[in-house]
């Protein structure tokens, strides 16, 4: 007999008169010159959905990997269903039901499916064998009421982000070995990587976990999402809990206000310029040590409009085929399509990571070919890769020292680095950026949008001039996707050009001079600024006439 698995469980709603589920009072941590959280109080109810919301790194996450027992508070108290609670490492998390799903996926590349949903609590057999006929029917029934095809014997290394992600929520919603089913759970960023179907299958789920009282603490920057699917929000803003309301009394502006503590009037500050002679060229490039954020790094010279990228017929066996388009100086090319159109499959192939069967790339009119990134950076290309933990970050390296591995040969003398030239590479990139670290910090320590300032650090210390940024907002907060808009408008008036990858439409249409959209591997269409919508692009992503 097939074994079944309720990923739901039921913990029963909470009452009139019963305590909360969670109680979470002055908690306060601090790492090397940085307070993370000082003084902050969380309150959460059976079967509600909490909003926790706040810049990057305003403390979501460090309080959440208090709770979930990967961080250890250096003050405060934690009560669940209204006991005192000692939770100092994830297996007391564990044990008193408290799941978390992490914006960085935390899953183990080379195992399947089924196996990283029970890793650590996998059924077993006589001899402590693992029994892989119930493993598999219990991961696939786990998946299947996520909405989810996946068979449990893949490799994890075989399925597209969204599949990881939705591996990574099955694996929370697993009982532990105690049997201990969820009734806290935590979900940091979780649509992020989703298309917007998957996202109505999450939805979905979240509104069953919570008719059966398991309570949940939800974490995102996508304002829509907040009043789709929560009751009350926190607030989070330098370590400190601002304010807790109703979401019903509540509006999208006054969440801006307490999240920033500013108004922000203009989500996509996009200063576009006619592409025609006159425009801005970029000229001299960006010394290593200089901030491409100084006003006066360079003077700006009129030049006739400059063709930086000219890719022609470019194809990947399996990925993509027939690719062809240009990047101008001053030019934000922005790239849509769904899930699987071969949008980042594009972006590798330009910045060397993967090698094309067909086409040539141009760059200032000569051809070039590829053989490693090394090669892509000499000829100034600078990648925003979609999954920065795997693809832009080195975790265990210091803050500075990620920003200046690509100028490792430019700052050393003799094949030897000096002595504090990685900090003084990283400390204008730091202080422009406004990344919440300092130079010796390491990577792992930041909060997901702080570590993406960091890979633009990294390329903005250079002296890159084509940019690609794949997702460059994914996982940061209003304020500071603002900041990253008005980076590119410097860029651009520097002459730079940017490849603008996407799924956020209103992104992608808000800061685009033009917009190619991908479908099944190929250009299907081409807009101008003035003459793209939402409709017309949306469209074209799903191969219907535009």
């Given at each position: 007999?097939?074994?079944?698995?309720?990923?739901?469980?039921?913990?029963?709603?909470?009452?009139?008169?019963?305590?909360?589920?969670?109680?979470?009072?002055?908690?306060?941590?601090?790492?090397?010159?940085?307070?993370?959280?000082?003084?902050?109080?969380?309150?959460?109810?059976?079967?509600?959905?909490?909003?926790?919301?706040?810049?990057?790194?305003?403390?979501?996450?460090?309080?959440?990997?208090?709770?979930?027992?990967?961080?250890?508070?250096?003050?405060?108290?934690?009560?669940?269903?209204?006991?005192?609670?000692?939770?100092?490492?994830?297996?007391?998390?564990?044990?008193?039901?408290?799941?978390?799903?992490?914006?960085?996926?935390?899953?183990?590349?080379?195992?399947?499916?089924?196996?990283?949903?029970?890793?650590?609590?996998?059924?077993?057999?006589?001899?402590?064998?693992?029994?892989?006929?119930?493993?598999?029917?219990?991961?696939?029934?786990?998946?299947?009421?996520?909405?989810?095809?996946?068979?449990?014997?893949?490799?994890?290394?075989?399925?597209?982000?969204?599949?990881?992600?939705?591996?990574?929520?099955?694996?929370?919603?697993?009982?532990?070995?105690?049997?201990?089913?969820?009734?806290?759970?935590?979900?940091?960023?979780?649509?992020?990587?989703?298309?917007?179907?998957?996202?109505?299958?999450?939805?979905?789920?979240?509104?069953?976990?919570?008719?059966?009282?398991?309570?949940?603490?939800?974490?995102?920057?996508?304002?829509?999402?907040?009043?789709?699917?929560?009751?009350?929000?926190?607030?989070?803003?330098?370590?400190?809990?601002?304010?807790?309301?109703?979401?019903?009394?509540?509006?999208?502006?006054?969440?801006?206000?307490?999240?920033?503590?500013?108004?922000?009037?203009?989500?996509?500050?996009?200063?576009?310029?006619?592409?025609?002679?006159?425009?801005?060229?970029?000229?001299?490039?960006?010394?290593?040590?200089?901030?491409?954020?100084?006003?006066?790094?360079?003077?700006?010279?009129?030049?006739?409009?400059?063709?930086?990228?000219?890719?022609?017929?470019?194809?990947?066996?399996?990925?993509?085929?027939?690719?062809?388009?240009?990047?101008?100086?001053?030019?934000?090319?922005?790239?849509?399509?769904?899930?699987g159109a071969g949008r980042?499959?594009?972006?590798?192939?330009?910045?060397?990571?993967?090698?094309?069967?067909?086409?040539?790339?141009?760059?200032?009119?000569?051809?070039?070919?590829?053989?490693?990134?090394?090669?892509?950076?000499?000829?100034?290309?600078?990648?925003?890769?979609?999954d920065r933990k795997a693809?832009?970050?080195?975790?265990?390296?210091?803050?500075?020292?990620?920003?200046?591995?690509?100028?490792?040969?430019?700052?050393?003398?003799?094949?030897?680095?000096?002595?504090?030239?990685?900090?003084?590479?990283?400390?204008?990139?730091?202080?422009?950026?406004?990344?919440?670290?300092?130079?010796?910090?390491?990577?792992?320590?930041?909060?997901?949008?702080?570590?993406?300032?960091?890979?633009?650090?990294?390329?903005?210390?250079?002296?890159?001039?084509?940019?690609?940024?794949?997702?460059?907002?994914?996982?940061?907060?209003?304020?500071?996707?603002?900041?990253?808009?008005?980076?590119?408008?410097?860029?651009?008036?520097?002459?730079?050009?940017?490849?603008?990858?996407?799924?956020?439409?209103?992104?992608?249409?808000?800061?685009?001079?033009?917009?190619?959209?991908?479908?099944?591997?190929?250009?299907?269409?081409?807009?101008?600024?003035a003459e793209a919508t939402?409709?017309?692009?949306?469209?074209?992503?799903?191969?219907?006439?535009?």
């Amino acid at each position: 007999m097939t074994a079944v698995v309720d990923p739901i469980g039921s913990v029963g709603p909470g009452g009139p008169g019963q305590p909360p589920v969670l109680e979470m009072r002055g908690i306060r941590k601090a790492f090397p010159g940085v307070i993370a959280l000082d003084g902050v109080d969380l309150t959460l109810t059976a079967g509600e959905v909490h909003i926790l919301l706040g810049e990057n790194g305003a403390g979501k996450s460090t309080l959440m990997k208090i709770l979930s027992g990967a961080y250890r508070r250096d003050a405060g108290e934690i009560r669940v269903r209204g006991r005192e609670a000692a939770i100092d490492s994830p297996a007391d998390a564990l044990a008193l039901g408290i799941r978390v799903i992490y914006q960085e996926l935390n899953l183990v590349p080379h195992l399947s499916a089924a196996e990283n949903i029970f890793l650590g609590a996998a059924p077993t057999r006589g001899f402590g064998l693992i029994d892989w006929k119930r493993l598999h029917a219990q991961a696939r029934t786990l998946l299947a009421d996520l909405g989810m095809a996946i068979e449990p014997g893949t490799p994890l290394d075989r399925l597209s982000l969204a599949e990881r992600q939705m591996v990574e929520i099955a694996k929370a919603l697993a009982p532990s070995r105690s049997g201990e089913s969820a009734s806290i759970l935590v979900m940091d960023e979780p649509t992020s990587a989703l298309t917007a179907r998957e996202v109505d299958q999450l939805f979905a789920l979240i509104a069953r976990l919570t008719a059966r009282g398991v309570a949940i603490v939800y974490i995102t920057h996508r304002l829509d999402e907040v009043y789709r699917i929560g009751q009350r929000v926190s607030v989070l803003r330098d370590g400190r809990h601002v304010s807790t309301l109703p979401l019903a009394d509540t509006t999208v502006g006054e969440l801006v206000r307490l999240m920033a503590n500013r108004e922000i009037a203009d989500h996509f500050p996009r200063r576009r310029q006619e592409m025609k002679r006159g425009l801005p060229h970029f000229s001299s490039g960006i010394r290593p040590g200089e901030s491409a954020l100084t006003d006066s790094r360079q003077e700006m010279g009129q030049a006739p409009f400059q063709e930086l990228l000219r890719v022609e017929n470019i194809g990947r066996r399996g990925a993509v085929s027939d690719i062809t388009f240009s990047l101008h100086a001053g030019e934000i090319l922005g790239i849509a399509g769904l899930l699987g159109a071969g949008r980042s499959e594009v972006a590798r192939i330009l910045a060397g990571a993967d090698q094309p069967d067909a086409g040539r790339i141009v760059i200032d009119g000569q051809p070039v070919r590829f053989r490693t990134p090394a090669d892509a950076i000499r000829r100034r290309i600078g990648l925003l890769p979609e999954d920065r933990k795997a693809d832009g970050l080195v975790a265990g390296l210091t803050v500075a020292r990620n920003i200046a591995l690509p100028h490792a040969r430019t700052l050393a003398r003799f094949g030897v680095l000096p002595r504090g030239c990685e900090t003084r590479l990283a400390e204008p990139q730091v202080s422009d950026l406004r990344i919440k670290a300092t130079p010796v910090q390491q990577v792992r320590l930041l909060s997901g949008g702080n570590q993406q300032k960091v890979v633009l650090g990294k390329w903005l210390a250079g002296d890159a001039r084509i940019f690609i940024f794949d997702e460059p907002t994914r996982g940061v907060d209003v304020g500071a996707k603002v900041e990253i808009y008005n980076l590119m408008n410097r860029l651009t008036d520097a002459g730079a050009g940017i490849i603008m990858i996407s799924s956020e439409l209103p992104e992608l249409l808000g800061m685009s001079d033009r917009i190619l959209v991908m479908h099944r591997g190929r250009i299907h269409a081409e807009f101008d600024a003035a003459e793209a919508t939402q409709e017309r692009v949306l469209s074209a992503a799903l191969g219907l006439a535009s």
